[in-house]
Structure formats: structure tokens, C-alpha cells
């Protein structure tokens, strides 16, 4: 399946950005989607997972400030964002799972700065 992530852009700190990744294909038969961030000179790190059946998980750095979420008939899965902070500021990817096959996006870039 290919992933088109948007939604990314130059905010303020304490500022909301909302992340969109649409996916090619259903996503309504996939494991679990998620959101990954690879800031410069650092690894790519989790951000947040949810799962077919809306389970989520979130990294301790965004816990309370972002929420992830899916409507499986618009192919769509979302990561709402708040209260940023410049620590964000990264290249946000959107993953897709199902068994052993992985897909990711091209990546939306996201920068928190005055």
C-alpha cells in the first residue's frame, strides 16, 4: 500500500498541527498504523500506534499532547497534535503493518520555532 502523509508546517511553540496519511489502499484490514519521527542527526522513533481494532499507544514524550486516530472508510489515519514544543520539531512518517509486510511514507516535515 502507498502512504501520502500532509499536514505538516512551521508552527509555534504551544501551537496544533494536524497530520494526515492516506493510505492507496483499505487500511481497514491492516494490523496497526502508525506515526514514527526521525528528527536531524537522531534515530527514527516511535510517536504513536493504533491498531485495526483502535487500540493506541503513544511514546512517554507525547503522551497527553497527541492523539492518533483512523476512519477506516477514508483510508485515513490522523495524528492530532498539541501543545508543541521545539523537541518535535522532526520529519513525522506514517507506517503500516500487516503481518510480515511494512510500508511507509514519504514523511511530512513539522517545525516548532518562534
Known amino acids: 500500500v502507498q502512504l501520502v502523509e500532509s499536514g505538516g508546517g512551521l508552527v509555534q511553540p504551544g501551537g496544533s498541527l494536524r497530520l494526515s496519511c492516506v493510505a492507496s489502499g483499505s487500511i481497514s484490514s491492516m494490523y496497526a498504523m502508525g506515526w514514527y519521527r526521525q528528527a536531524p542527526g537522531k534515530l527514527r522513533e516511535l510517536v504513536a500506534t493504533?491498531?485495526?481494532?483502535?487500540?493506541?499507544n503513544y511514546a512517554s514524550s507525547v503522551k497527553g499532547r497527541f492523539t492518533i486516530s483512523r476512519d477506516n472508510a477514508k483510508n485515513t489515519v490522523y495524528l492530532q497534535m498539541t501543545y508543541l514544543k521545539p523537541e518535535d520539531t522532526a520529519v513525522y512518517y506514517c507506517k503500516a503493518t500487516r503481518a510480515a509486510n511494512i510500508d511507509w511514507g514519504q514523511g511530512t516535515q513539522v517545525t516548532v520555532s518562534s
Open positions: 493504533i491498531t485495526s481494532t483502535g487500540m493506541t
